[in-house]
């Protein structure tokens, strides 16, 4: 073989005009075609004049190429006045396809699912998220699902012909998005240790991000790229970014919201019956969320209380009268008066103040107004009367409001699940629906939430949000309960009024 230069190629002296002659002497003006030496992947740079014209992995794509530069079909390949071979000659093709479609397949694959592993992520949050900063979370998941494909793209090309020299570098940011991604599920997960679904796709994630890394790195993906430095620090910041909208959406901002209601519960003035021996006594019922977030209202009741008791001249002390009504039926266990002894109470109205699931947001306030009935030789001392709610914030869940709308009443015995024998529970409404977190990430690695409302007249009042599913027999994890009401912003709020008896028969004109 010749020497290969920049110029034309130096032939040899023909030796005898053949039929190809011409042809021969044209090839042997021609600018040398050089074929460089393998690289890692066992592809060949095919050059003329220092400027590329084509790639080759075994002979017939070499032909290909020469083809296109106007060389003949059956061309010699070991024709040293066309061809100058750099790095091995014609035999040498050290291409393993096999291995460089494997390698390919499993980084497309990797990169495929943790693409749509980031869009399911981030779609519900960017879309329906409550706070701006949660959008913002759920947009940089789907902007990183954006990235992972692209950087599928390019991994054909960095593990093809490599036409665009920033493909390495694009499938590196890839590789590094998805590992970021996986390990924060992992660790998310850890904090809980329930299995998932989800579970199957992000942890073998994990460990097929940590091999494209590894790959990655060994190739030096990033060679070609101007400045890496730079691109390296804004994956950085981005990540960064990521991180501190993260905390602030999970922790800093549902932790600072106020929440704060105004609650209303007071008497009217009584009127009598003329007809029959009763006094209608008035009442209104007021609420108003007056925080600063959004509320799922699960649960509510009203209820009006009369009280009894014996009195004395108060000989005893207070301490001695408090000791001798702890315990027995009907009294309260805060209460002591010096005067008073052997509370009793009794259930005069109780109902519904609210829909069951309904929203109050910011500023929103409901109204009602009840009328309940008292003889007017009633036995009682006092009238209460309490308004109690059960709450969740919105910024922490979304509630399946249709489902927790259809109450299941216990004494349906077609229902085994909500079914209780009367005679024990009574007559209860159930309301149960799942709740999902309004961090998606939490509901990726997490078992699925259900939000349970317990109502009955009279005071029966439960509440409580925890991963199993409402049933009778089967007793739950109070201590789960508790955490997850707390991370869902569930709590309560209370109020409650007192009127004498007797002032309502005097504004009766009884």
Not at 138 to 143: D, E, P, R, T
Not at 157 to 164: A, K, M, P, V
Not at 389 to 416: C, Q, T
Request: aromatic fraction near 10%.
């Amino acid at each position: 073989m010749g020497e290969c230069r920049n110029g034309t190629a130096i032939g040899g002296v023909q030796r005898a005009r053949s039929p190809h002659w011409f042809e021969s002497v044209v090839m042997s003006i021609r600018p040398w075609v050089v074929v460089e030496p393998p690289d890692d992947r066992g592809l060949r740079r095919v050059s003329v004049g220092g400027e590329t014209v084509g790639s080759a992995w075994s002979p017939a794509d070499l032909r290909k190429v020469l083809r296109r530069l106007g060389y003949p079909r059956d061309m010699d390949l070991n024709d040293s006045t066309a061809l100058c071979w750099r790095g091995g000659g014609s035999e040498v093709w050290p291409d393993r396809r096999w291995r460089r479609l494997l390698t390919v397949s499993v980084m497309l694959a990797g990169l495929l699912t943790s693409m749509t592993f980031s869009a399911v992520i981030g779609w519900p949050d960017a879309s329906g998220a409550l706070t701006f900063a949660q959008r913002i979370t759920g947009v940089l998941f789907v902007l990183s699902g954006i990235v992972l494909g692209l950087s599928a793209i390019a991994a054909l090309d960095y593990w093809g012909r490599r036409q665009f020299k920033f493909s390495g570098a694009i499938v590196l940011i890839g590789v590094i998005i998805a590992l970021a991604t996986d390990g924060i599920l992992f660790l998310l997960w850890l904090e809980e240790r329930e299995f998932t679904l989800h579970l199957l796709v992000y942890v073998p994630a994990l460990c097929w991000s940590v091999w494209a890394l590894v790959v990655l790195v060994r190739q030096k993906s990033w060679e070609g790229v101007p400045q890496p430095k730079k691109i390296a620090a804004g994956v950085v910041a981005t990540a960064l970014l990521t991180a501190v909208s993260l905390a602030y959406s999970t922790m800093y901002q549902p932790a600072s919201a106020p929440m704060h209601f105004a609650l209303e519960a007071e008497f009217g003035k009584a009127r009598a019956d003329d007809e029959l021996p009763f006094v209608h006594v008035p009442m209104k019922l007021h609420m108003k969320n007056t925080g600063g977030i959004p509320v799922y209202i699960i649960n509510d009741i009203y209820t009006v209380r009369g009280r009894a008791a014996l009195y004395s001249r108060g000989e005893g002390d207070v301490m001695g009268e408090w000791r001798r009504s702890v315990g027995k039926q009907g009294t309260r266990e805060g209460e002591a008066e010096r005067y008073v002894d052997k509370l009793r109470y009794f259930t005069v109205s109780s109902g519904r103040f609210y829909e069951s699931g309904k929203s109050l947001d910011v500023g929103q306030e409901h109204s009602v107004e009840r009328v309940f009935q008292l003889p007017k030789n009633v036995g009682y001392d006092t009238v209460t009367v309490e308004l109690e709610i059960a709450y969740m914030r919105k910024d922490r869940g979304k509630l399946d409001v249709e489902a927790f709308r259809s109450a299941h009443p216990s004494w349906n015995e077609r229902n085994e699940r909500y079914y209780c024998d009367p005679a024990t529970c009574g007559g209860q409404l159930i309301y149960e629906a799942r709740v999902r977190h309004n961090n998606n990430l939490i509901n990726v690695t997490r078992k699925p939430r259900y939000v349970t409302a317990v109502w009955s007249p009279g005071g029966r009042f439960i509440s409580s949000i925890s991963s199993f599913p409402f049933n009778y027999s089967a007793l739950g994890d109070y201590g789960e309960e508790r955490r997850e009401m707390e991370r869902y912003g569930a709590a309560r709020a209370r109020v409650g009024s007192e009127v004498s008896v007797a002032e309502l028969l005097e504004s009766a004109g009884v």
